[in-house]
């Protein structure tokens, strides 16, 4: 009883925290539908990553904030209509994840894992003979609240997520991922520089400061 008693005092003040977060605000006044929306925004702010004319993969898009905005990034003559922008699309943008997202007038949702020959098979369908210009990934684990647990699970996400971005992305493509500052954080920077010319780690304002979230940017494929 008294680990439920804790368990719901945690969940109350996660929250209270959580309707009291400016992000959370902003992005219900604003039509995004999490507040994720602004850590890729800052981050694209930052390193100007995203131009209109781009073809953009978001692994992981559920429930669809990075997809909301890269949308509005490329429909720059509806940027002020908030996450549901609409209008011409002057990019592509192609979000995957093993969960189901409500549509985004644009984007092209394929549900299902992207190891799957089947959707891999329709992601290229998707992209025609496109090549892919950024991989964006928010993908994180179920954390269980034990440390090497999580990190190792997270990793396997980062690896995923830089398969699929060196078998698609276009030589001197960006890969964005999330990643936990912690256990085998230093691995993933140097299987990042190995990778990319240039590494970035960012904490963006957005990621609450409890939070081990951080993100590594690689720019600039290098050639295999």
Same mark, same amino acid.
């Given at each position: $009883?008294?680990?439920?008693?804790? =368990?719901? &005092?945690?969940?109350?003040?996660?929250?209270?925290?959580?309707?009291?977060?400016?992000?959370?605000?902003?992005?219900? /006044?604003? !039509?995004?539908?999490?507040? #994720?929306?602004?850590?890729?925004?800052?981050?694209?702010?930052?390193?100007?990553?995203?131009?209109?004319?781009?073809?953009?993969?978001?692994?992981? =898009?559920?429930?669809g904030a990075w997809s909301q905005y890269l949308r509005r990034k490329f429909a720059p003559k509806s940027a002020g209509t908030g996450g549901a922008a609409v209008g011409e699309l002057d990019g592509v943008i192609i979000g995957?994840?093993?969960?189901?997202?409500?549509?985004?007038? !644009?984007?092209?949702?394929?549900?299902?894992?992207? @190891?799957?020959?089947?959707?891999?098979? +329709? *992601?290229?369908?998707?992209?025609?003979?496109?090549?892919?210009?950024?991989?964006? =990934?928010?993908?994180?684990?179920?954390?269980?609240?034990?440390?090497?647990?999580?990190?190792? /699970?997270?990793?396997?996400?980062?690896?995923?997520? $830089?398969?699929? #971005?060196?078998?698609?992305?276009?030589?001197?493509?960006?890969?964005?991922?999330?990643?936990?500052?912690?256990?085998?954080?230093?691995?993933?920077?140097? +299987?990042? @520089?190995?990778?990319?010319?240039?590494? &970035?780690?960012?904490?963006?304002?957005? =990621? /609450?400061? &409890?939070? #081990?979230?951080?993100? *590594?940017?690689?720019?600039?494929?290098?050639? #295999?």
């Amino acid at each position: $009883m008294k680990f439920k008693t804790k =368990s719901k &005092k945690v969940n109350k003040a996660w929250l209270t925290d959580h309707m009291n977060d400016p992000y959370v605000k902003l992005a219900q /006044r604003e !039509g995004f539908r999490a507040r #994720a929306a602004y850590k890729l925004k800052e981050i694209d702010e930052t390193l100007g990553l995203f131009k209109p004319g781009q073809v953009v993969v978001d692994l992981g =898009s559920a429930p669809g904030a990075w997809s909301q905005y890269l949308r509005r990034k490329f429909a720059p003559k509806s940027a002020g209509t908030g996450g549901a922008a609409v209008g011409e699309l002057d990019g592509v943008i192609i979000g995957l994840d093993i969960l189901p997202m409500e549509p985004i007038e !644009g984007v092209h949702f394929i549900h299902g894992d992207f @190891r799957e020959e089947a959707v891999a098979a +329709q *992601l290229h369908a998707a992209l025609g003979d496109r090549v892919v210009d950024v991989v964006v =990934s928010d993908m994180a684990p179920n954390l269980t609240g034990i440390e090497a647990t999580d990190a190792a /699970r997270m990793a396997h996400l980062i690896e995923l997520a $830089m398969e699929f #971005a060196v078998a698609h992305l276009k030589p001197g493509g960006t890969l964005v991922t999330k990643v936990f500052h912690g256990s085998g954080y230093s691995q993933l920077v140097e +299987q990042y @520089r190995k990778t990319f010319r240039v590494v &970035k780690p960012i904490k963006p304002k957005a =990621s /609450r400061d &409890k939070s #081990a979230e951080t993100f *590594l940017v690689g720019i600039g494929l290098r050639n #295999a």
